[in-house]
């Protein structure tokens, strides 16, 4: 871990600015403007200039990273799409909700196409399904979209004996909840709980009081 990416951990947000500032201006001497790491760091620093509300600041960075990440390394790349949702984020921190849409719904589609094939992992999965339960905007949430994705990660998990099939059971309960089938989304998130590990997230308790309240 870098020093700015540990700043950054432990919230010095502007020694964490700093600290990539000097590193970003060695990167484009050295690297030059669109080596990959260097794109990285202007991706990175975006997303501090952001945490420290300097939207305009960051907004500058952040449009010049993914504009060179979309040609450099293409819209397969994490890194690429890493910089579509910190772009995203600071359009709407500036009332650019449409803006933040259209890229929010281009990483969705891409991530829908990822996820066609059949080597798409547990993570991969049960993070799109989230995606489609929680998303910022009410024209990215989709219940019955999700459920499919977090069944595909509950069967994955429950296959390969993955650590996260807790994670893609309260997913799915959650979506078969929002899609009105509150008796299986009890009995789903039951299975959820049995399979917490201790000290987890207190999300599954809370759905399944929430269902049972309604019951």
């Not at 600015?17 to 201006?25: A, F, K, N, Y």
């Not at 939207?55 to 040609?71: D, G, H, I, V």
């Not at 500036?94 to 281009?106: N, S, T, V």
């Not at 429950?158 to 309260?170: I, K, P």
Request: aromatic residues 4%; charged residues 25%; negative net charge.
């Amino acid at each position: 871990v870098s020093l700015a990416q540990l700043a950054q951990l432990q919230g010095r947000l502007a020694e964490a600015e700093e600290h990539m500032q000097g590193v970003l201006e060695l990167q484009r001497e050295t690297l030059g403007p669109e080596h990959i790491h260097t794109l990285g760091s202007m991706t990175n620093l975006g997303a501090v200039l952001a945490s420290l509300e300097r939207y305009e600041e960051a907004l500058e960075l952040l449009e010049a990273s993914l504009e060179a990440k979309r040609r450099v390394l293409g819209l397969e790349h994490d890194w690429t799409r890493i910089a579509m949702l910190h772009l995203s984020t600071v359009y709407d921190a500036l009332d650019r909700g449409d803006e933040a849409l259209a890229l929010r719904l281009e990483r969705r589609d891409l991530a829908a196409a990822d996820l066609e094939s059949p080597n798409a992992s547990v993570q991969q999965l049960a993070s799109f399904a989230g995606e489609l339960l929680w998303a910022p905007n009410e024209e990215l949430l989709d219940a019955d979209l999700a459920g499919v994705y977090a069944q595909r990660a509950a069967d994955l998990a429950e296959s390969t004996g993955h650590a996260l099939e807790w994670v893609c059971l309260y997913y799915l309960a959650a979506a078969q909840y929002r899609t009105g089938d509150s008796a299986t989304a009890v009995d789903t998130v039951r299975r959820s709980i049995e399979l917490m590990p201790e000290g987890a997230d207190p999300g599954p308790a809370a759905l399944l009081a929430e269902i049972e309240a309604g019951l």
